[in-house]
């Protein structure tokens, strides 16, 4: 009878802890809401790197600069063209929902007027103000959520370990009380963030320089979510993240998170450099964004504004073009889920929430039709997203005495087709249904 006992209230205490935690799943479900129907996001990094035109922080910390002609570039950051509103603008007209900008890289300087130093744009650039409130006023007028990146590593920060690659000041280890007051440091320019800013997500980076516990991530993260229950951040708080931040290579299988954010440059370089021109094309970009939305990710495109605050008119073309692409095509991107399997269409798609309507990303011209392998549901109606045009389809190989559903054609005449990439919207007659067996099972029935 005791065991009994015991082992109901072991079940209730399971069920307590079950509970718990879906409950938690579902909250946090609720607060990656709005980033997953978001899909796309753009990055900026912008800092002194831009006045050279060389790589963000790195350049120094790798040696092909001196530190100390590095900090020249204060003199060139002018930001004397440099207008929020445009930017926020042009971000909106791209068809991003949210922008991340870099509030400070690993070089230390901070595009906010911050307590905790003087390195920064207004204390230490020719610029001599902050460049950070005005944008993030400037997003929020437009409606865009605020992503903040923040460099945990701070290279120019005297008490900070890493300086460059050769040369390390200190070990944390060894000297507790100096890491002590870098984490006092940096924890309290988050507080400033969170108090100033209040994001809506906080994209950290260089965690690889020390451990969880050395940079005290979960203290950080329960700060941070202190200050706003809803925050969302990046995976690169040391695994004390909300979503998996791939970076430059679009992942060939679906990821298993179930949130992840593809970070991609238009060229090869994350701040403006004057010498690289090797663009991605519109195409390029649009058809790996139709690639990332297919797996469920997100695309965070980034641009380099170069010194004086103005963004490269390459960019400007490319961001562009994509929101000519991104607007007539809305209902295929926003708030949609991950598409179905390649083996079923051997290119990108996208699902309505409900699963009742399948997008299909059409690159170029297929002269022809459109294949698509073994959907089990009928096909209500077939029309071209942001046109109308109904389209007709015809199902081959259905055989009345197998469950095997055919394969169905859809012609696709020339005179739809996008200049980018056609999608079309094939309405079900109920929740997708794929038939997900081999051949062999229809001979052996
Ligand atoms: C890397 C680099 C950094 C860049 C970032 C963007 O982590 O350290 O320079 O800002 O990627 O994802």
């Known amino acids: 009878m005791g065991k009994l006992k015991y082992s109901i209230a072991f ?25 997953q129907d978001a899909k796309l996001g753009i990055f900026i990094h912008w800092g002194l790197y831009a006045v050279n035109g060389i790589d963000e922080s790195w350049s120094f910390f790798n040696g092909y600069i001196s530190h100390q002609d590095y900090l020249k570039q204060t003199e060139g950051f002018t930001a004397s063209g440099y207008d929020s509103n445009q930017w926020a603008d042009l971000i909106r007209k791209s068809g991003a929902r949210y922008s991340v900008i870099t509030a400070k890289h690993h070089d230390g300087f901070a595009l906010w007027d911050t307590k905790d130093g003087t390195f920064n744009a207004a204390k230490s650039s020719t610029a001599k103000k902050d460049v950070l409130s005005p944008f993030i006023k400037s997003l929020r007028k437009k409606g865009l959520k605020v992503g903040i990146y923040y460099s945990l590593p701070d290279w120019s920060f005297n008490d900070y370990t890493h300086f460059t690659r050769d040369s390390m000041r200190y070990k944390a280890s060894e000297q507790p009380k100096r890491w002590n007051r870098f984490l006092k440091y940096y924890q309290g320019q988050l507080n400033e963030l969170a108090k100033l800013y209040n994001p809506d997500l906080y994209w950290f980076d260089g965690d690889w320089e020390h451990s969880a516990e050395e940079w005290q991530a979960t203290k950080v993260r329960s700060m941070l979510l202190e200050a706003n229950p809803n925050t969302i951040i990046n995976s690169r708080l040391k695994g004390h993240g909300d979503y998996a931040t791939p970076e430059q290579g679009m992942p060939i299988t679906r990821p298993k998170d179930a949130y992840w954010e593809l970070c991609m440059t238009m060229n090869n370089s994350w701040g403006y450099q004057h010498n690289d021109l090797d663009y991605k094309t519109p195409d390029q970009i649009i058809g790996i964004f139709a690639d990332v939305i297919s797996n469920g990710g997100n695309l965070l495109l980034d641009i380099g504004p170069k010194a004086d605050g103005t963004i490269p008119q390459k960019q400007v073309q490319i961001l562009e073009t994509l929101g000519k692409w991104t607007s007539k095509h809305q209902e295929a991107i926003y708030g949609t889920r991950a598409g179905i399997p390649k083996e079923h269409f051997y290119g990108p798609t996208t699902l309505s929430k409900d699963g009742n309507i399948l997008y299909v990303f059409v690159k170029g011209n297929p002269n022809g039709e459109i294949v698509v392998r073994g959907l089990k549901n009928k096909i ?20 009345y005495w197998s469950h095997y559903p055919g394969i169905t054609y859809i012609d696709l005449p020339d005179k739809v087709l996008d200049e980018n990439m056609t999608v079309l919207a094939l309405l079900l007659d109920g929740k997708v249904d794929l038939y997900r067996e081999d051949g062999s099972v229809i001979e052996s029935n």
């Open 11 to 35: 079940v209730l205490l399971l069920g307590h802890f079950s509970t718990h935690a879906q409950e938690d799943q579902l909250k946090s479900d609720a607060k990656m809401q709005w980033f």
């Open 380 to 399: 209500n109606r077939i029309w071209v997203v942001g046109n109308g045009t109904k389209l007709s389809h015809k199902v081959v190989g259905k055989v």
